[in-house]
């Protein structure tokens, strides 16, 4: 996959010349961004607990996972079309990714601040009542959503046994799990 690389320069010199022949003052950043071919193959995972469907409004291709954590490989073209005409996909983080490059080049960082990965989400449920309460307060509403299905899952599946857990999980979502 090729890329150009982000750099900042810092000149001592009043002027300098940059590559892209530009004068630069003294002191200034200068930050290139990042680039993916359109054609680069990108692996999107769907974050969202169910069946999600997505279309390229440009070609109207439509792509579908199953379920959460599903791959489909789209082009860098295909996932940039749906981020400009849907970004619900990103904000609500139903699109994941391995590589955040993607995520840079699209300048879409924001939205995945605290947002959890697919092994994050596997492994939420080992972590401490606190750890919990701390990661599950910062996710937006539509991975708390995910959280709470996972959970609820689990909890029918005798997956979670610890009470506090349990309690943990209905204190930061706002849900019952069990029945006591």
Same mark, same amino acid.
């Given at each position: ?12 010199? *009043? ?32 974050? %969202? ?13 439509? @792509? ?20 400009? *005409?849907?970004?619900?996909? @990103?904000?609500?983080?139903? @699109?994941? %990714? ?12 924001? &939205? &995945? ?7 994050? @989400?596997?492994?939420? %449920? ?22 709470? &299905? ?31």
């Amino acid at each position: 996959m090729a890329t150009a690389v982000t750099t900042t320069r810092r000149t001592t010199k *009043t002027k300098t010349k940059t590559s892209a022949n530009t004068d630069v003052p003294e002191n200034q950043h200068i930050k290139l961004r990042k680039t993916l071919p359109p054609e680069a193959i990108i692996p999107v995972i769907n974050g %969202f607990q169910g069946k999600l469907i997505a279309q390229n409004r440009r070609t109207h291709e439509e @792509f579908i996972w199953e379920e959460f954590g599903d791959v489909q490989d789209l082009t860098f073209a295909d996932v940039k079309s749906i981020y400009s *005409t849907d970004k619900a996909f @990103f904000s609500n983080n139903w @699109f994941l %990714f391995e590589d955040t490059l993607v995520l840079e080049v699209l300048n879409a960082e924001k &939205y &995945y601040t605290n947002a959890l990965t697919v092994e994050d @989400f596997d492994t939420l %449920f080992d972590k401490t009542s606190d750890e919990i309460k701390a990661i599950v307060s910062k996710l937006n509403r539509s991975q708390r959503m995910s959280v709470c &299905y996972k959970a609820r899952n689990a909890v029918a599946n005798h997956e979670i046994d610890s009470l506090s857990v349990i309690t943990a999980l209905e204190e930061s979502l706002g849900v019952k799990l069990v029945d006591r």
